[in-house]
């Protein structure tokens, strides 16, 4: 009896001990979990890891159910669209922000470091896109499904895309492929030429594959692959030495040829929260819905930042009530004369105190509002000083409410290529080439309709390097562009064009050649053996 | 004043400035609803077996359970100031949770007394199953009425789960009453690591000699106690935080973080970062310690020397871009020291009928320092820094220092010791803005105190009794963010004037500088915490018996620190109320 006892506990036992062991073997019962392994299990899955891809350029992350896709001090600070916009505007003449977070006036003067949180969060997340895409790249690599060759094709595009802003930013970063796994390892890096060859294959070698333009915007297709082509043959020059001119123009003309797109008549549809699927002139945006698409990026940032109590009140201008006007970022007195152009317009005198609006000039583009005074009396001073920018805004074009409308949130798309941008590609292109003639042709497409007629059209003889930077910059302001255009024009750092507080005084002047690229974040440099930090740094 | 009758006067402290400020106390009280229902269930149920034919065998089965399950609602109205409620308009929020805690446990032991070798043997061996269980959803929204009619829904839901199993031994083994041997081992699986990776083995030993048993000791009657131990183990750490850490898998995203694909809205999945090869973390101790007593014990105390080496600690540090889903990972990496002593010493002064005084004292000793941090060997590598955006990242752990140590710009002072406002030391030599770049910050002082001093006194005559206890912590700084958060641009913003801390008296800051180590402080304290008296009134009635007593908690503190309080836990004094002082009357009754 005793003995029939004690062999029955141990048949228990080690049938408990067995059964506990095997519960080591746990898997995620969590709803908003899926195992890599059941990935394939409902169709829905992949166009969803797709859009994550797209996302992880404009929001943080996953919100309450799974927090932000990097670790940061803050998630909406140190998004990509933020930190794009900081490090290729706040660092020109087109803006300046007030605010005295760490790592914004370094930004304002030039005099970065290693150690800036905006260049670090930004080069790990679009390295993090990358990673994104190479695994959906590879996950989806072989499937013949035609709408999973198409998705395949879109998630090249967004590596392409990640790979040339790091490539203009900071020159060599760490190169991933679908080939490479993941885990903990030590990518190595590329040189900026060979990147450059890179990207130009991937763009060539999906541009078959991927969707007739305008088939399902906001997601990219064959039109934003030939903007992105233009664009980095705009800037061979500066990639590898080398100028591809007559490459720019091809991709620029197959734009142009498509005949699916036309300039907004309204050249404020852009920047308005009806400037995505309706608006003729999108060619690839990032989507953000006041419903859907929430965070204070983008260009709830780019309003809000650019807003304050007093002047440029968001709730008046831009139809946000919540959270707003943060006082921030605001242009400097020489890309007023830029934009405005005050001689022409208001003679030689200063600007009249009674047209605070710019109602004078007759470029259409000028979304601008006079502050306390147009000098910015220090580095970081006030957001009240300087000259307000409202150029974005989250209302419809007509003034009107956005569909999906929240108020702390814009409905605006964040514009990455616009239709405008290829006849300005493709004009400075053939004025490289020395088609004189065309570039005033594509020029005046734009000019005519910045000024409603063709009374702001040029001649062959006012065409120089200056007009087309200036040119550029009065069509896209606040988009995240400047820099790179600088730098083509040889005028970001140590060229002859000085703004208030470049190198850190209120004239401007001169920096080192070495910050055209940025330093490769400190933190990567520790944490990767195969990675140099770039020269001067 | 915003015409609003419930918040008339009281509502201008709004909670602006991000993490800066402290809660409104009024808003708190008077307009949060804040309940919660918690149901709990803790059951408990132990089979203890002799074996009949081996007397010396026993069996032990533990079964223990704790559930716990609550529902509540934190909202706010649309009238709130608050913050959190920010981008909406007042809030409600719904929550439901569940906790499962179970536990399995079976041990068998063997005791045994072996005369003739003058041994005993105590040896157990069993197995440990716990389970960890939590889930629960959370619904947020803002309240929508006619001036509100766009509000902002977030919902989400969560499960997560661990398991422990675990096999162990222990062997005690006692010679002659004086020397004792205790051997143990330990095979601890945890379900957060992968296959391969689940198991660790554990072992130790612990040696202790009783001195004072031996024949030249027992005579020796100053002596009452002497005993000196040794000892060597290992333990495992697992506790991360994290369920699966080492599992590839997808997080769908929840609303209003959705992208169009086709044209639909549609959640994202994103993968998660995730460390295939995450193992257990080690921890090794050595010590060393004697436990004495004098004069029939009179004077007792001990004293302990110990080494602590952590390694594979688990850490969340930053990875190479490109390898892995995000931009840090929890895996293992670095170690870490810890070097200490402790000396304890208890006095019995009086010792009578009627009077008795008892006094204990002790000091404990302990530096730690980060010995490695990173899979790769940069002697340049910054460290973990910790922050926010708003305020600046202030402190680090670094390879060489002590965790958690600030690291802030070097102020530059004027010909009277007052700051100079957004004035630093360039310390990296190489010019441009030095104000809150990391490359010209330094380590500066660190939260932990070096020395801890406890003293505690207890004096009884006849039925009346007295007791204090008294602390001093010696060489912990604090960052006073109450003073770095005062400045002169502060006083009016959001429409309305704020209170600003007295400190900008001292700073005269316009901005505010949160970089600078003007705010990092001495805040080394001696404190009296509690002061007691009783009286006892024997056989009040028949069989009754009474105390009354009187105490008083946080009596007086000692410090040079500026602010409210010396003891900051984490380092970062966000504080503005004082520690309450509190006075207690007690009246027992027994029969």
Request: with cysteine; aromatic share 14%; charged share 20%.
């Amino acid at each position: 009896m005793n003995k029939n006892k004690i062999i029955f506990g141990i048949l228990l036992s080690t049938l408990m001990m067995t059964s506990c062991v095997k519960d080591l073997d746990v898997k995620p019962q969590d709803p908003n979990t899926i195992m890599a392994g059941n990935l394939g299990d409902d169709p829905v899955y992949m166009k969803q890891t797709l859009g994550k891809i797209y996302a992880s350029f404009i929001l943080s992350g996953q919100g309450s159910n799974g927090g932000d896709d990097i670790t940061a001090s803050d998630g909406n600070f140190f998004t990509t669209s933020r930190a794009l916009w900081n490090v290729q505007e706040i660092t020109t003449d087109e803006a300046i922000c007030a605010w005295g977070d760490v790592g914004i006036a370094d930004l304002n003067t030039q005099t970065w470091s290693a150690q800036n949180p905006f260049l670090t969060a930004l080069y790990q997340r679009l390295s993090l896109s990358i990673t994104y895409a190479n695994d959906f790249i590879k996950f989806t690599n072989g499937n013949t499904d035609p709408a999973v060759v198409q998705y395949n094709a879109e998630a090249r595009f967004l590596r392409a895309l990640a790979y040339s802003y790091s490539m203009d930013l900071f020159g060599n970063p760490p190169f991933t492929t679908d080939a490479d796994g993941v885990g903990k390892f030590y990518p190595k890096q590329i040189e900026r030429a060979k990147l450059f060859n890179y990207i130009v294959s991937e763009l060539k070698s999906i541009e078959s594959k991927l969707g007739e333009p305008r088939f399902s915007y906001p997601q990219a297709d064959k039109a934003s692959a030939w903007m992105l082509l233009a664009r980095v043959y705009l800037n061979a020059q500066v990639y590898t030495g080398t100028a591809k001119w007559d490459s720019c123009k091809i991709y620029a003309d197959k734009v142009i040829g498509s005949g699916k797109y036309s300039l907004a008549t309204n050249y404020r549809q852009n920047f308005s929260a009806d400037n995505g699927k309706t608006n003729p002139e999108m060619i690839f945006a990032l989507e953000q819905d006041g419903v859907n698409t929430q965070g204070y990026v983008g260009t709830t940032f780019i309003i809000e930042s650019s807003s304050d109590a007093v002047y440029i009140r968001a709730e008046d201008f831009h139809g946000l009530t919540s959270n707003t006007n943060w006082n921030g970022n605001r242009a400097r007195k020489q890309f007023m004369n830029v934009l405005v152009d005050t001689i022409a317009t208001y003679g030689n005198v200063p600007v009249p105190a009674n047209d605070p609006l710019f109602a004078k000039s007759k470029d259409k583009r000028v979304f601008l509002k006079m502050k306390k005074s147009m000098d910015i009396p220090s580095a970081s001073s006030s957001g009240d000083y300087g000259i307000g920018v409202y150029k974005f805004t989250a209302k419809n074009t007509d003034g009107t409410q956005a569909a999906n409308y929240n108020p702390a949130f814009a409905s605006t798309d964040f514009p990455i290529f616009r239709y405008a941008d290829a006849f300005l590609m493709r004009a400075e292109a053939s004025y490289r080439l020395g088609n004189i003639a065309n570039a005033v042709a594509d020029i005046n497409v734009i000019r005519t309709r910045a000024y409603g007629n063709a009374t702001g059209n040029i001649t062959a003889a006012q065409l120089n390097d200056k007009f087309l930077l200036d040119e550029r910059g009065r069509e896209f302001y606040y988009e995240a562009q400047r820099r790179t255009d600088l730098v083509r024009f040889g005028q970001f750092t140590d060229g002859t064009y000085k703004w208030q507080w470049k190198g850190g005084t209120f004239n401007g002047a001169a920096t080192s050649k070495h910050l055209n690229i940025f330093p490769i974040p400190g933190d990567e440099v520790s944490a990767n053996p195969n990675i140099k930090q770039n020269p001067g740094y | 004043m915003d015409g609003n009758p419930l918040s008339d006067g009281y509502f201008q402290w709004g909670n602006y400035g991000a993490n800066l400020g402290t809660p409104n106390p009024v808003e708190q009280l008077m307009v949060a609803d804040n309940k919660s229902n918690v149901k709990r269930v803790i059951g408990n149920i132990q089979f203890n077996y002799k074996i009949p034919f081996i007397p010396e065998l026993r069996a032990n089965l533990n079964l223990a359970t704790d559930y716990t399950e609550s529902t509540g609602h934190n909202n706010r109205p649309t009238t709130s100031p608050s913050r959190i409620t920010s981008p909406l308009w007042g809030r409600l929020s719904d929550y439901n949770g569940k906790n499962y805690n179970d536990l399995l446990d079976f041990y068998l032991n063997y005791t045994k007394g072996i005369s003739q070798i003058k041994s005993r043997i105590d040896a157990t061996a069993g197995y440990s199953w716990q389970h960890f269980k939590r889930e629960g959803d959370s619904y947020t929204r803002g309240i929508v009425d006619a001036a509100h009619p766009y509000q902002k829904t977030d919902s989400s839901t969560f499960i997560t789960e661990n398991y422990l199993v675990s096999f162990f031994g222990r062997l005690n083994y006692t010679f002659s009453d004086r020397y004792l041997l205790t051997l143990t081992v330990r095979e601890d699986g945890s379900s957060r690591f992968a296959k391969g990776n689940q198991w660790g083995l554990f072992p130790s030993a612990a040696f202790a000699w009783k001195i004072k048993e031996e024949s030249f000791m027992k005579n020796v009657k100053a002596v009452s106690d002497l005993k000196l131990r040794l000892g060597w183990g290992v333990t495992g750490q697992q506790d991360i935080g994290n369920d699966y850490p080492a599992q590839a898998k997808y997080r769908s995203s929840s609303p209003g973080n959705y992208y169009p694909i086709g044209g639909v809205f549609l959640p994202t999945l994103r993968p998660d970062a995730y460390d295939p090869d995450i193992k257990w973390e080690e921890t090794t101790t050595q010590n060393i310690g004697l436990d004495f007593g004098f004069m029939d014990d009179r004077i007792s105390g001990s004293i302990d020397v110990y080494n602590r080496v952590t390694d594979n600690l688990l850490n969340t540090v930053t990875i190479p871009s490109g390898s892995n889903f995000s931009n840090t990972l929890l895996t293992n990496v670095g170690s870490l020291e810890n070097k200490g002593a402790e000396f304890s010493l208890n006095l019995i002064p009086i010792s009578q009928k009627d009077m008795s005084l008892n006094i204990g004292f002790n000091v404990t000793y302990n530096v730690n320092k980060i010995t490695k941090l990173l899979t790769s060997d940069d002697p340049d590598y910054i460290g973990i820094l910790y922050g926010d955006a708003f305020t600046g990242q202030k402190q680090v752990t670094r390879v060489g220092y002590p965790a958690y140590s600030y690291f802030l710009n070097k102020q530059v002072y004027d010909a009277n010791g007052s700051p100079i406002e957004g004035m630093y030391v360039d310390l990296s030599g190489k010019g441009g803005t030095v104000n809150g770049d990391n490359a010209d910050k330094y380590i500066y002082k660190n939260p932990v105190a070096d020395v801890l001093l406890g003293f505690s006194a207890r004096f009884a005559y006849k039925n009346f009794d007295l007791a204090a206890s008294t602390r001093a912590s010696i060489g912990n700084y604090v960052y006073n963010q109450v003073a770095a958060g005062a400045s002169y641009d502060q006083m009016w913003a959001n429409g309305y004037w704020h209170n600003q801390a007295t400190y900008l008296s001292d700073t005269k800051f316009v901005k505010r500088q949160f970089t600078s180590d003007y705010f990092v402080d001495n805040a080394s304290f001696f404190k009296l915490d509690n002061l007691s008296a009783g009286y006892n009134f024997d056989n009040l009635f028949d069989k009754m018996s009474a105390r009354i007593s009187f105490t008083v908690q946080n009596v007086l503190t000692i410090t040079n620190y500026k602010g409210i309080d010396p003891e900051v836990a984490g380092g970062i004094d966000n504080n503005f109320y004082p520690r309450p002082r509190t006075f207690m009357l007690g009246i027992s009754l027994s029969y």
